[in-house]
């Protein structure tokens, strides 16, 4: 109780917001604590000035979701120029005193979204709609969000549903929550709100604000995946990706050789990156400015005024630059019936040297002619508008299949990776097993698809993204069937689990997930412990030894 009176007594309710526009929303008559009675939110002007200034103390989460997420993966590495702090976090040996391991930015914004929670009126109505009733939801996610990194990377939190006040409140005693406790509180929280549209002020800034919120399926999904109720966790991504008609286009989005002497290429995988595309669903907005706030930016970024100086600190690692290369591309052309073997996934290196890094997740930058330099290229794909990524179509997608999976349809989920979900290909007997579909589970019908598209040529799967024409493929990508049985359908369910992880590598690498991710698939294993050395192991064996108990996974708390 001591260390969250720390922490929440040096942020209490500092309302800093960045809109000019409300800097004065929350004056009251004392310098530090606010009162209740004049500052009730019945108003949606002052609802909208609330969570402006809410949205204001997310962004001062955008570089730990990135640092914490990837740098104790396996796939992020620092450069020579990284700080201590950077170091240590890399190294698993970050003291309470990190600045990437402090818990009061979180508990600022907590704090800030309990307020609006207790004291917005949801029972306004006006067209014969409760006005504010999105808002409230989309504050209960935002606070949901928050919590879930906090217990993810601490192993615990302190569950606050009021806001803090006084010394008084401070006193109190409040339930210390490790992760599955924190599950069950959050979805508890929120089941009653998933219905609820999502939030949408518009254009503001410059920003679409829709893509600033959380969607509450999807939030759902991942506390029930984390719970281990994974038929649940599917029914709650398949109910986002129904709604807003979600699908991963066998053209849109991918990188492909247009010839089978790899001579000519099409870039439009990067193209969900910059602004805002039909891919992004949730993300962290800043504006690149003299005082932009969103450090990752420039830890990424390789600029210096002579070329022999990069100054980044943050890049991909060896075993993230190998794990692409390593991928075999499989190109077939329907037309001539003529197949090629590449090498190598193409959502990896950019095939462009410039420093815009165009086509993939990371380039190569030529210092001089005996030396070069990899630098990541996500978030310089937005430069004037650059995002910390949190929810996107490809993950959500990747999401679905490991629940899938886990809940016992793994032919069906590695037609996701493989093939792609429309309702023609999954009622293919040799591509998903009838037996898993008969009768079809609601999280499998994919009707939808069916209305938008005649027939299944235009819906791939997200393997295809980056590694060509693998709906073609007989050889290399295969689910193991027939000949190739493996001994158990449990054997099945490992096979395509170890699949969907590197998929999680390939699509999602430098967004934020990645630990976490390994952290969830370690969890399922019979040597959690053995699992995660294995993972880490890849970028440094010696940092992986150290990780010889699950509490070596977590950040040190005051």
């Keep these: 109780m001591k260390n969250i009176t720390k922490i929440i007594g040096s942020v209490i309710l500092i309302f800093g917001l960045l809109f000019s526009a409300c800097s004065d929303m929350l004056d009251t008559d004392s310098d530090r604590f606010l009162l209740t009675d004049d ?80 004291y917005v009126d949801t029972s306004i109505v006006s067209g014969g ?93 991942d506390l029930y995946m984390w719970q281990g109720n994974y038929a649940l966790a599917a029914e709650k991504y398949y109910k986002l990706i ?5 699908y991963i286009s066998s053209s849109r989005y991918t990188n492909q050789w247009l010839s089978s002497d790899f001579s000519a290429v099409s870039n439009r995988w990067s193209d969900m990156f910059p602004a805002y595309s039909g891919e992004i669903i949730t993300t962290i907005p800043y504006v690149l400015s003299a005082n932009n706030n969103f450090e990752t930016f420039s830890l990424t970024a390789p600029s210096a005024s002579v070329a022999e100086n990069y100054q980044y600190k943050l890049a991909p690692s060896q075993a993230a630059m190998d794990m692409w290369a390593n991928e075999p591309y499989y190109y077939y052309n329907k037309t001539s019936n003529v197949s090629a073997d590449g090498f190598g996934d193409l959502r990896g290196k950019s095939l462009f040297g410039s420093a815009s890094g165009s086509g993939g997740s990371y380039a190569i930058q030529t210092i001089s002619d005996a030396d070069s330099v990899p630098f990541i290229t996500k978030y310089t794909f937005s430069s004037d508008l650059p995002s910390a990524w949190i929810y996107r179509v490809g993950l959500l997608y990747l999401r679905y299949a490991e629940a899938v999976n886990q809940a016992g349809y793994p032919s069906l989920a590695f037609a996701v990776l493989k093939y792609g979900t429309h309702p023609l290909t999954l009622s293919d007997p040799t591509k998903v097993k009838l037996e898993e579909i008969t009768p079809r589970p609601a999280f499998a019908t994919f009707s939808f698809l069916s209305t938008m598209f005649e027939n299944s040529s235009s819906i ?14 007989t050889v290399t990508y295969i689910f193991p069937k027939d000949e190739y049985m493996l001994a158990t359908k449990q054997d099945s369910i490992d096979f395509v689990d170890a699949k969907i992880c590197l998929e999680l590598g390939l699509e999602t690498a430098f967004e934020g997930n990645r630990f976490h991710d ?40 005051k």
């Excluded at 201590?84 to 990437?100: G, S």
């Excluded at 129904?242 to 979600?246: H, I, L, P």
């Excluded at 295809?464 to 024409?469: D, L, P, Q, V």
């Design 129 to 221: 709609i409760k006005v504010l009733l999105k808002e409230y939801a989309a504050i209960k996610a935002i606070r949901a969000w928050s919590y879930m990194q906090l217990v993810l990377n601490f192993g615990e939190a302190t569950y606050i549903e009021k806001p803090i006040f006084s010394n008084e409140d401070l006193e109190k005693t409040y339930p210390v929550l490790n992760i599955d406790e924190m599950c069950n509180a959050l979805i508890k929280d929120l089941l009653p709100y998933e219905d609820v549209d999502m939030l949408n002020y518009g254009e503001i800034s410059g920003r679409e604000t829709n893509y600033c919120f959380f969607p509450i399926p999807f939030l759902l999904g």
């Design 39 to 118: 500052n009730k939110l019945d108003s949606p002007n002052d609802s909208i000035y609330s969570v402006l200034g809410i949205l204001e103390k997310l962004q001062y989460l955008g570089d730990r979701h990135v640092i914490l997420g990837e740098l104790r993966g396996e796939l992020m590495d620092v450069t020579d120029n990284a700080d201590e702090n950077l170091r240590a976090i890399r190294n698993f040996t970050a003291t309470a005193d990190n600045p990437y391991a402090s818990k009061r930015d979180y508990y600022a914004l907590i704090n800030n979204c309990n307020y609006y929670i207790n």
């Design 518 to 557: 390994l952290m969830r698939f370690s969890l399922r294993k019979d040597d959690p412990v053995a699992y995660m050395q294995e993972w880490i192991g890849k970028k440094d064996p010696a940092v992986a030894a150290t990780l010889n108990s699950k509490e070596k996974w977590f950040l040190p708390s």
């Design 460 to 473: 791939g799967g997200i393997h295809a993204r980056g590694c060509g024409n693998v709906e073609a493929d």
């Design 242 to 246: 129904e709604k807003n008609g979600y």
